[in-house]
């Protein structure tokens, strides 16, 4: 890995300079285009009456969560099936430093810490739980990771409901700390939310796109397609992937601790399995490893389940009621919701595995393996040229 | 004896996992939802015959039980079968995350399917077996460890199974074959084995021996609900993973054990760890001894 780093742009902020020609105008385009509509969300929902504000916090928050996911499983190619539990790792910080409740004497005396401040330290104690977790099990291969990962995302919802004598288990932790910007009224308000967690989710895309091209970045790309390769061009893989897994946790815990604050209760149910598969179908809907796609995949499965299914309900209440249909009338189709998802995995599975939004090397990985051997060789050779 | 009764049905689903990934290296997620479907099968082929809401009666319709068996058993078989050509097949040469997600995919139809087939709520299963507790009425004991007609009833079905299963691929060309594919497919093709339908053959041999597993919980535990399967799922994983995952019989000894485990903590720590336990469990042996019990060094695949 030592050596000159391959020549690029100067610039230390304007990610896009990886890339060039056309597709340097295209991410230049997306970028402004991404940062003006989430700017400016607000002001066009008001306008439109559309009543968003309060669906499109989950939303955005729920891209940061994926936007995290992606650099374990995207960038690093480690399958992580219990993001959900440094979600709940984060918003239970978050509670015991910030609510009334907290099984910390000294924050129920009314001393909360501030709620930025309990930001970051959620943060860390994610990442904390993602190291201790990673530096056992990363040695192993991927599908038992997964299965780990899975157990692990398992007895952390579990725990938290079976020790109620701290963290108040299936009652929730109520109420919670709110952000303290004088001016701004969190506790009312939806739209300082919005801005907070937009900001949170410029901050994550700045962090991960710098990341993915930097020296690390490089290497978890060289893990992912070939470890042995990977490690016998110097690459540590264990503190690569250490590192991948606590970043990831990481963002899940920066992610988790907004989430508490603004929901003000938390509940272990919140983060079971259904959660960490969610933000699972977001990254790979918009294309595993493309920030891009990844928003994209986000906000389309964000609409879909907070918006659409409210569309589809009301629009199928009401046709029951028109007809005189007492079934339609009270039919729930987000029962359906895991059905669709489904379908939806193993269709993008059978028919676009790359996603929506694939990078490109990750299509040409997967188209790869439909041609012969000879072909796959040259792919390969193409993809080294690509990864520089 | 609680324990080596659950074990019982946890070894029948682990071999279901075992057989897949030894054959394919795919840990087929759905597996567990595949068995809980099996009990809704079983629940409705009962009812259908008009025993449903009976408890504890005297005489046992065995030939219904039977019915309910096969019905359970050819529905599971048939269900795994279909599952691997429509959404594992066309991905046996991607990459290996590919048909893990897929299989995930696949596990959230299979329960939206059990959910609108019997709703949210749990559901009764008929207690059609005889009350009878060999222990007491036999020999007089009245112990904490009791040994009733269910525990014989399940693992008088569950051991011949298991042994049936052990003979179908130590014996039949149809075993051979699937040693063959699971050593090495591509030289196994070169044979002239057809690889698709080996690999057809053993979703068919797991799906059966979950629906099996899935008369019997139904019977022993007497209720199912549709989110049984990610559990159950979880538990046979981490019996197949502790006996090695791929050895069939090392799944069947990682039954036996995880059913003692989880017992024991039930009894000493309390219902609601239990599943902590488990999953603790799977953990500790993935990180120290990733092999299993019976497992051989498999090497890493690239």
Known sequence: MKGKPPPRGRSTLGWWYTATGKARERKMWGTIVGIGGALLFPVVNNVLGLGWEAKSIPITLFIVLALGLNVVVGFAGLLDLGYAAFFAIGAYTMAFLTSTVSPIGFVREGNHVNFFLAMFVSSAVAALFGVLLGAPTLRLRGDYLAIVTLGFGEIVPLVIKNTPEITKGTQGMNPIGYPEIPGLQFAVDPIPWYYLIVAVLMVSVLITARLRTSRV????????????????MGVNLVTTKLFAFALGASFSGFAGSIWASYLQVIAPEQFDFSVSIFVLCMIILGGLGNIGGVIAGGLLLGFVDRILFDWINGLVHGVGAAIGNQDLAIMDVSRSRQLIFGVALVAMMLLRPEGLFPSATRRAELHAAEEDEGALEQERAILVDVER | MIGITNGAFIALIALGYTLVYGIIELINFAH???????TFVCLSTLTLLGFSTEVGTTGTPWFALLLAMLAAMIFCGLLNVLAERIAYRPLRRAPRLAPLI???????IFVNIGLFWQGPTPRRFPDLLPQYDFMSQLFGFTTLI?????????????????????WVIRSTRMGKAMRAVAQDSEMAQQMGIDVNRVIAFTFLLGGVLAGAASLMYGLYNNNTVFTLGFTAGLKAFTAAVLGGIGNVNGAALGGFVLGLLSALTVTYAGGQWENVGVFSLLVIILVFKPTGLLGQETGEKA
Do not use: N
């Open chain 2, 146 to 166: 009791r040994f009733t007609f269910k525990d014989l009833f399940v693992l008088a079905l569950a051991i011949p199974l298991m042994l049936g299963l052990a």
């Open chain 2, 32 to 38: 567990g939802d595949l068995f809980m479907l099996g």
């Open chain 1, 217 to 232: 970045g490089r290497a978890w790309a060289a893990m992912r397609e070939d470890e042995v390769a990977a490690a016998s």
């Open chain 2, 102 to 108: 897929s299989a995930i995919g696949v596990s959230f």
